[in-house]
Nanobody
Framework: QVQLVESGGGLVQAGGSLRLSCAAS????????MGWYRQGPGKQRELVAT???????KYADSVKGRFTISRGVTKNIVILQMNSLKPEDTAVYYC???????????????WGQGTQVTVSS
């Protein structure tokens, strides 16, 4: 079984920074892509950033120039460095990964439990 665990959320002032980390573990054959999504109060879940296994990156327009997504040296880890945070960034941030399991014939999405990010004004 595969699981994703996020860490690094918290409360910061506007203009501050946070670094989120997500680690995938379990019976993993390969990880095709990892990313971050978020869901603010009363909002739908939205894409923040993704990175695939050859380094192709996508960002939501709202975070371009402020957030940076990267993979750890061990490719089961994905990092989201968040700078110049705004109150609008307040949300639960969820790690996502497209993973081919050892005993599964096709890749599927997995989700972490989420970590709260709160930005005060």
């Amino acid at each position: 079984q595969v699981q994703l665990v996020e860490s690094g959320g918290g409360l910061v002032q506007a203009g501050g920074s946070l670094r989120l980390s997500c680690a995938a573990s379990g019976s993993i054959f390969s990880i095709n892509a990892m990313g971050w999504y978020r869901q603010g109060p009363g909002k739908q879940r939205e894409l923040v950033a993704t990175i695939d296994n050859i380094g192709s990156i996508k960002y939501a327009d709202s975070v371009k120039g402020r957030f940076t997504i990267s993979r750890g040296v061990t490719k089961n880890i994905v990092i989201l460095q968040m700078n110049s945070l705004k109150p609008e960034d307040t949300a639960v941030y969820y790690c996502n990964a497209d993973i081919l399991g050892v005993t599964i014939s096709a890749a599927r999405d997995y989700w972490g439990q989420g970590t709260q990010v709160t930005v005060s004004s």
